[in-house]
């Protein structure tokens, strides 16, 4: 997957997984204080990272990114 593709698929899951339109949504956005992410939904975020990364994500790792864009860059580095 060429890494704008992950970038767009990872900000169209966590779109769906917050009810927020993709439009709403940057690498700047951050879990907590934009998206109001509870640990249920940074459980589901790691979730979603596995999903796109093809690899294990621990809730601490999830959690330790507070941006879109720092999971798309974890994503991005755990794959290369």
């Given at each position: 997957?060429?890494?704008?593709?992950?970038?767009?698929?990872?900000?169209?899951?966590?779109a769906?997984?917050?009810?927020?339109?993709?439009?709403?949504?940057?690498?700047?956005?951050?879990?907590?204080?934009?998206?109001?992410?509870?640990?249920?939904?940074?459980?589901?975020?790691?979730?979603?990272?596995?999903?796109?990364?093809?690899?294990?994500?621990?809730?601490?790792?999830?959690?330790?990114?507070?941006?879109?864009?720092?999971?798309?860059?974890?994503?991005?580095?755990?794959?290369a």
């Amino acid at each position: 997957m060429v890494e704008s593709a992950i970038e767009k698929e990872f900000i169209e899951e966590i779109a769906g997984l917050f009810a927020v339109q993709v439009s709403d949504l940057s690498r700047d956005t951050r879990f907590i204080e934009d998206l109001g992410a509870s640990s249920a939904r940074m459980f589901a975020v790691s979730g979603v990272m596995e999903e796109l990364g093809g690899f294990d994500v621990s809730y601490s790792e999830a959690n330790g990114c507070s941006t879109i864009g720092d999971a798309i860059d974890f994503i991005k580095a755990r794959s290369a």
